[in-house]
């Protein structure tokens, strides 16, 4: 079976009758949102809340009931991928452009399970380019100040033009020599004015499902 399809349908064990379930972006979380849907249809209720526009139109195909923050007071559980997931479960996030809703709906999950295949495991957080969501005002600016802080950014294209996350942002993809200390790199690419989030969720996962060299599932 394919790695992203084994761990990504492992994620539906932790999903229960009644949940709200935070629905991640990405081609490893697709099967969880698929056999959620296969569950829905045998009678499963749950009601999904989604991390991007591309997320809401699959689970309105599978099934998935969907919710938005007005109706809920909670989400129980949140599913979602990652690009690098660290020895300390944390994360680099938004190579799909969804970071910013992906960070609030974890953030606001009472648990936060991540999907991913073993080539996501690394000893250190960095060779992935951090996604920096920024606003489209300034991001000239915005550039300046990410240079400043070490990193070397690229605005993200689609088509020849920056691709637009589904805020109307743009994405900086920042590769930085290292990456000694995540949370203060998390901390201070915040502070600088036009950002609106990065990719880095540190302390945030509670479980990670990943494959071991045995190909069984192991959780961490
Ligand atoms: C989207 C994300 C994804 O979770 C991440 O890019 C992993 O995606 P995939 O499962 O396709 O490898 O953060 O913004």
């Not at 935070?22 to 949102?33: D, N, R």
């Not at 109706?71 to 910013?100: F, P, T, W, Y």
């Not at 920024?134 to 993200?156: A, C």
């Amino acid at each position: 079976m394919n790695e992203k399809k084994e761990v990504g349908e492992k994620a539906v064990d932790y999903v229960e009758e009644g949940m709200v379930v935070g629905l991640g972006t990405g081609s490893t979380v697709f099967y969880t949102i698929s056999k959620l849907g296969n569950l829905v249809q045998q009678g499963l209720s749950i009601k999904g809340i989604p991390t991007s526009k591309q997320t809401e139109k699959l689970a309105i195909e599978v099934g998935i009931p969907l919710v938005s923050f007005h109706e809920i007071n909670q989400i129980d559980v949140a599913i979602d991928g990652a690009d690098e997931v660290s020895r300390d479960l944390d994360l680099i996030k938004g190579g799909g452009g969804a970071l910013l809703r992906e960070k609030i709906i974890a953030k606001a999950a009472k648990a936060f399970i991540v999907v991913a295949d073993p080539h996501k495991m690394v000893d250190k957080l960095g060779s992935f380019p951090l996604p920096v969501e920024v606003v489209p005002f300034g991001f000239e600016m915005t550039m300046k100040y990410l240079q400043e802080l070490g990193g070397s950014p690229q605005l993200r294209q689609k088509d020849g033009i920056p691709f637009r996350t589904d805020n109307g942002n743009y994405i900086f993809d920042c590769s930085f020599p290292e990456i000694t200390s995540p949370e203060d790199l998390e901390k201070d690419l915040n502070l600088i004015p036009g950002v609106v989030d990065n990719g880095l969720f540190i302390g945030m996962a509670d479980k990670v499902i990943t494959l071991n060299g045995d190909k069984n599932i192991s959780i961490n």
